[in-house]
């Protein structure tokens, strides 16, 4: 509750807030730059891209919603989120030789094929 | 009938209950966008080798659309903050500033839009001979603006040339195609700047499909789009909440200040998320 942090607690927050702020615009730039520089790996292009948007999306989550000093229920309602999230995200990796390639589709046949993934 | 803990944090929970309906609602949106995300990743993944548009988006627009976010995202804790401490007046102020930036994201937006609206792809029957960069190529697939008695039109597809009975239109080429890597894209680009588009005409005959840059062009633009919009739907609801509280429902500051303040948490929660999505559609989108 709010009565619970003094004027100097909230003076300190603001502070925080700033240096936030600024890692975010820093983090944007790094992203826009790092992306003309043309990696020759996709994996890595991809990795870095990624690396990046995970720490300014914690930097948002953990100092502008507060997420680092919430409460249990919070926590555990994002746990369950989490879990789901990931699930979500892992159903077409463990599908991925099914999944239709471009023109081409053939549902019955199995083939499996190493390279077609990650192919970018 | 009262609300129970608006203001008060509940015992079991420590939360006052607004903000477990926030986190509980956030939770839903993570799926949401989620499942977006993952069709994203999966056409992509799908697409044959050189079919997957890429370089299309402009990123100078993109990166300070970022920065807006982000600015308006700082704004609304240092509203609260200020709440917090009483001032109401400096609240009004950041908060002036969030909406500001809410809708001009959303102005940007639609520029954007408007400008891929008219932008085209043709499909030609016999291929032609255009510069790419430095290179001459002979290819039957063009990136370009059409201009049809000087007008640059919007939403045109194959059926419009029969219908409108166009025989033909001049086409400004533009320099590359996204069959090209990025590296060949960006040196392109690079090397045919500030040079004049050269026109060309091209007969309706000639031409097997038209396509402007909008959801049926491919599925690229078919996700970009669903994205991009269903976030800019967002962040209209956001603009239109905060501004709700920051406005008429201001009222309540003078009869349950501590309330207020929360409503003012609530929606921030909200807009940060909103923040959150942008921070990986933009790299993701834009730039991968």
Redesign the interface.
């Known amino acids: ?3 619970a ?1 003094s ?1 100097d607690d ?1 003076k300190k ?2 502070r925080t ?2 240096v ?2 600024f890692a ?2 820093v983090g ?2 790094v ?2 730059w790092l ?2 520089v ?1 990696f020759e790996s996709a994996a890595l ?2 990795g870095i ?2 690396f ?2 995970i720490i ?2 914690g930097l ?2 953990g100092f ?2 507060h997420l680092l000093s919430e ?4 926590y555990m ?2 746990a ?2 989490i879990f ?2 990931v699930a ?2 892992f ?2 990796v463990w599908s ?1 030789d099914q ?5 081409e589709y053939t549902p019955t046949k199995y083939v499996p094929n190493p390279s077609a ?4 | 009938m009262e609300i129970p803990f608006t203001e ?2 509940r015992p079991d ?4 209950n607004a ?2 309906g926030i ?2 609602f956030l ?1 839903s949106e ?2 949401l966008f ?2 977006l ?2 069709a994203y ?2 056409l ?6 050189g ?2 548009p890429h370089g299309l988006l402009n ?1 100078p627009i993109g ?1 300070f659309n ?2 807006v976010l ?2 308006s ?2 704004t ?3 509203g609260w ?1 200020a ?3 009483g001032d109401f007046k400096a609240y009004r102020k950041y908060q002036a500033v969030t909406i500001l930036c809410a809708l001009g994201f959303l102005g940007i937006k639609s520029f954007e839009y408007k400008d891929k609206f008219s932008h085209y792809e043709v499909w030609l029957k016999e291929p032609v001979t255009v510069k790419h960069g430095d290179k001459e190529v002979k290819t039957d697939r063009l990136l370009g603006h059409i201009d049809y008695n000087g007008v640059h039109p919007y939403f045109w597809k194959t059926e419009t040339l029969a219908a409108k009975k166009v025989e033909s239109f001049k086409f400004a080429p533009d320099p590359y195609h996204y069959t090209m890597s ?2 060949e894209m ?1 040196h392109a680009k690079q090397e045919s700047s500030g040079h004049a588009h050269e026109m060309m005409e091209i007969k309706s005959s000639q031409v097997k499909r038209l396509s402007a840059f909008v959801p049926a062009h491919s599925t690229f633009f078919a996700i970009y789009f669903t994205l991009t919009a269903l976030h800019g739907l967002h962040v209209l609801g956001g603009a239109l909440v905060i501004a709700y509280i920051w406005g008429p429902g201001a009222k309540m500051w003078k009869t349950h200040p ?1 309330q207020y ?1 929360n409503r003012v948490e609530v929606s ?2 909200f807009w ?2 909103v ?2 999505v942008w ?2 559609l ?3 989108i834009y ?2």
């Open positions: 509750m709010s009565n942090h004027h909230i927050h603001v807030y700033m936030i702020f975010l615009l944007t730039v992203t826009v992306n003309s043309h292009t991809i891209a990624l990046v948007a300014k999306a948002v989550a502008f919603m409460k249990k229920a919070i309602m994002l369950v989120t789901f999230f979500m995200m159903l077409f991925r999944l239709p390639r471009g023109g993934i990650g192919s970018y | 008060k944090a929970t420590g939360l006052y903000k477990v986190w509980l939770a993570v799926m989620g499942a995300f993952s990743i999966l992509r993944v799908g697409a044959d080798p079919t997957w990123i990166t970022t920065a982000i600015t995202s700082v609304v804790v240092l903050a709440l917090q401490m990025p590296r960006a501590e303040i921030g929660l940060h998320f923040d959150l921070i990986f933009f790299p993701v730039l991968l």
